[in-house]
């Protein structure tokens, strides 16, 4: 155990900064979007729901582009491994079982994006203060909001992706960021032990990431069924366990050295 902490503390020396980075730029940058979008003279509000102006500012663009970041940077710090003093030699004759070196950096990794989703739910808090205070501004005080940001939680597809209302979207959406974090992790492990046909199932991976995605945004909550998402989501957990389980035997073998 002592092993494992010390490891994932290693792993988050190497995070911390980029991640604090990622998360204050995703916040400000869509509250900078949100203050432009709303940037109307007196009168000429569009009375456009929140949701739906954060969609058009264009706040769920740079989400995914910071997210991206994040993937990215976890890719720098594993390739990282094998430039200069060739870290990944030390990590592989260790004192500690390589379980314990593959869930050190997986947890810091996945423990990073969850990181940048709250950020999100922060951004999304504080861009509807804005949304609402310039609302009230422009107005002159004859539109308040009442129950504004549950309301747009409800109705936006986008909010209920982060912040799922019923057991199988939650369940759907923890499983399509552990399927992901497994997946990016299996397709290194995969490509520095020269066994690519482990990109085929990473392929079918992302095709039922996309497929159910799709879905999700663009689904009739009202009409849509609770269990619906089961399916796929055990199809990702199933894979996830497979990217996990090929992966540290790959690490044992030592073939990614």
């Known amino acids: 155990m ?4 010390r490891l994932v503390q290693n792993e988050f020396k190497a995070w911390h900064r980029a991640i604090a980075l990622i998360c204050l730029g995703a916040v400000v940058s869509q509250l900078g979007l ?3 979008a709303t940037k109307y003279s007196s009168g000429e509000w569009p009375y456009e729901r929140f949701e739906d102006l954060y969609v058009s500012s264009g706040c769920v663009a740079v989400f995914l582009v910071f ?7 976890f890719l720098k710090t594993f390739y990282a491994q094998y430039w200069g003093s060739k870290s990944v030699y030390t990590y592989l004759t260790l004192p500690v079982k390589r379980e ?7 947890g810091v990794f996945i423990s990073c994006l969850l990181m940048l989703i709250a950020a999100q739910f922060i ?4 861009g509807y203060g804005l949304f609402a205070a310039r609302l009230d501004a422009y107005s002159e005080g004859q539109l308040s909001m009442r129950n504004g940001l549950f309301l ?5 597809d986008f909010f209920r992706i982060l912040l799922p209302l019923n057991v199988s979207r939650i369940l759907s959406s923890l499983c399509i960021l552990v399927a992901l974090a497994t997946a990016l992790y299996y397709g290194v492990l995969c490509e520095r032990s020269k066994k690519y046909w482990g990109i085929s199932i990473i392929i079918a991976a992302f095709f039922i990431m996309i497929k159910v995605l799709g879905y999700r945004m663009s689904e009739t909550i009202y009409f849509s069924p609770p269990s619906g998402l089961y399916p796929s989501s055990a199809m990702l957990l199933v894979l996830s366990g497979f990217f996990v389980w090929h992966g540290i ?3 044992k073998r030592g073939a990614i050295a």
């Open 2 to 5: 002592k092993g494992f902490y």
């Open 34 to 36: 949100l203050y432009s």
């Open 67 to 73: 997210f991206a970041a994040a993937c990215g940077f």
């Open 100 to 106: 314990t070196v593959y869930a050190s950096k997986l």
């Open 123 to 126: 951004s999304i808090r504080l």
């Open 152 to 156: 747009a939680v409800i109705r936006s």
């Open 249 to 251: 035997r790959l690490m």
